[in-house]
Nanobody, 127 residues
Framework: QVQLVESGGGSVQAGGSLRLSCEVS????????MGWFRQAPGKEREGVAS???????TYYADSAKGRFTVSRDNYKTLYLQMSGLAPEDTATYYC?????????????????????WGQGTQVTVSS
């Protein structure tokens, strides 16, 4: 089990950039798969990007491809670099971790791969 704390959210104008961070503590080496999800008001949670640390391999939702980059600093910090932000990116962004040893499950956006979740950080993009 790990503990996750997100930071880096804020308010930006359309076209701007933000970098989200997620600090990992606890049994960090169990977090083979780490991902970012988001949830906008009135909408379901959706996957954004994830990374499998053992390969490494990265996975992106269609909404994130070409604009967002997920990375990890060893096992301690997960990042999401976001550029070209648009108002539809406005949401609470959550960091998640899971122990799976199957890389492809990191791209399962149902969220079932992930056992630990952070509290979220708000991203607001104005037009």
């Amino acid at each position: 089990q790990v503990q996750l704390v997100e930071s880096g959210g804020g308010s930006v104008q359309a076209g701007g950039s933000l970098r989200l961070s997620c600090e990992v503590s606890g049994y960090i080496y169990s977090a083979n798969c780490m991902g970012w999800f988001r949830q906008a008001p009135g909408k379901e949670r959706e996957g954004v990007a994830s990374i499998y640390s053992r390969a490494p391999a990265t996975y992106y939702a269609d909404s994130a491809k070409g604009r967002f980059t997920v990375s990890r600093d060893n096992y301690k910090t997960l990042y999401l670099q976001m550029s070209g932000l648009a108002p539809e990116d406005t949401a609470t962004y959550y960091c998640a971790a899971g122990p799976t040893t199957q890389s492809w499950l990191c791209g399962d956006w149902s969220g079932s791969t992930y056992s630990d979740w952070g509290q979220g950080t708000q991203v607001t993009v104005s037009s």
